[in-house]
């Protein structure tokens, strides 16, 4: 039983880095379309296998890969998911000219 425990521990890293980089895309298709600038490209939210997409990777690695070969796996799909997320999202607010917005909705 303490063995699984700490195998969940070394995967704790990468499983957060996974979130901010999904919590990030949320955030920027959020101001996106506050911002008047529609939602995110239908190619990139592919490309990141949406939530459900996402889910059952994880899941699946889960269930064929050792731990530390789940948690090197989930530490490669948290980097891809957050450059591709990153890059796309600098790409698009410098090259759009989209005001930035506040919370209260007003422009800054």
Request: aromatic share 8%; hydrophobic share 55%.
């Amino acid at each position: 039983m303490l063995a699984a425990k700490a195998d969940v521990n070394g995967a704790l890293p990468a499983a957060f880095g996974l979130v901010a980089a999904v919590a990030y895309h949320h955030y920027d298709t959020v101001y996106r379309i506050r911002g008047n600038a529609g939602a995110p490209p239908a190619w990139l939210v592919r490309s990141i296998g949406g939530h459900e997409g996402r889910t059952l990777l994880v899941t699946v690695l889960a269930a064929l890969l050792t731990a530390s070969q789940f948690t090197v796996a989930l530490t490669a799909l948290a980097v891809a998911v957050a450059l591709v997320v990153l890059v796309e999202s600098i790409r698009f607010w410098v090259s759009a000219g989209a005001p930035a917005v506040h919370d209260e909705g007003e422009p800054a």
